[in-house]
């Protein structure tokens, strides 16, 4: 089945610091890959999407590109503000009429310190 | 525009007893899932609901059951509350009709169930 498998946790930077969360994912056919990011109390806020190989998300200053070769889905941001403190998850969307079903990473929890 | 909503925010129910949570979904949205997120852990799919129908289910048993109403609001229903059932609950919704199928999940803040 689907899996979606992201760096451990938790990840402690300072502001102005570069980031990058892993993300590997397993899946059949032509997956869509997401960021989701969640912040204290609140749901799940899409934060960027990629539908195809080599496609580039970005959103807010964070990027991730779609690597099919390594099936991996990388989040970066060149630098990272006190704001930018939450949760952050990996997701697909496996191929077929899977209109709903996201499969999530386990969650990578950011701290940034001023 | 509203967002999704979920009612209630929190809940506290004991071992053995039944819950009912409920969702309305963004506006001109048709097609509503739930999620259920454990402490720490990522979401995991229960099932999706589309034209007051149950389409996809995930890895949940048969206490797990749901319903949409022809304004697309939704409900899930527990029965049997186990301890393991304390997590938040998402709901999703997304527009299906008429749309491609990367149409993104839009999500509410959650309903957190406590069973004592």
């Known amino acids: 089945g689907d899996s979606v498998t992201q760096m451990e946790g938790p990840v402690t930077l300072s502001e102005e610091a570069f980031l990058t969360i892993n993300c590997t994912y397993t899946a059949t056919g032509y997956p869509s890959l997401f960021w989701y990011v969640q912040y204290p109390g609140e749901g799940l806020q899409l934060l960027l999407k990629a539908t195809k190989a080599d496609d580039k998300g970005s959103n807010k200053g964070f990027e991730a590109t779609y690597r099919k070769e390594t099936t991996s889905f990388h989040l970066e941001k060149g630098s990272v503000q006190v704001s930018d403190s939450a949760v952050y998850f990996c997701a697909l969307r496996g191929g077929g009429t899977s209109y709903g079903k996201l499969t999530f990473g386990q969650g990578t929890i950011l701290t940034v310190h001023p | 525009d509203a967002g999704v909503t979920q009612s209630p925010t929190h809940l506290i129910k004991t071992r053995g007893q039944q819950v009912t949570l409920r969702c309305s979904p963004k506006?001109?949205?048709?097609?509503v899932s739930w999620y259920q997120q454990a402490l720490g852990q990522g979401p995991q799919f229960i099932f999706q609901?589309?034209?007051?129908?149950?389409?996809q289910r995930g890895n949940f048993p048969d206490r797990f059951s749901g319903h949409q109403f022809p304004n697309y609001s939704s409900e899930l229903n527990v029965n049997a509350l186990l301890l393991g059932d304390s997590a938040l609950y998402l709901c999703?919704?997304?527009?299906?009709?008429?749309?491609?199928?990367?149409?993104?999940?839009?999500f509410g803040n959650g309903t957190r169930l406590t069973v004592t």
């Open positions: 506006s001109g949205h048709d097609t």
């Open positions: 999703a919704s997304s527009l299906v009709a008429g749309s491609s199928y990367n149409s993104p999940l839009h």
């Open positions: 609901y589309y034209e007051e129908e149950e389409r």
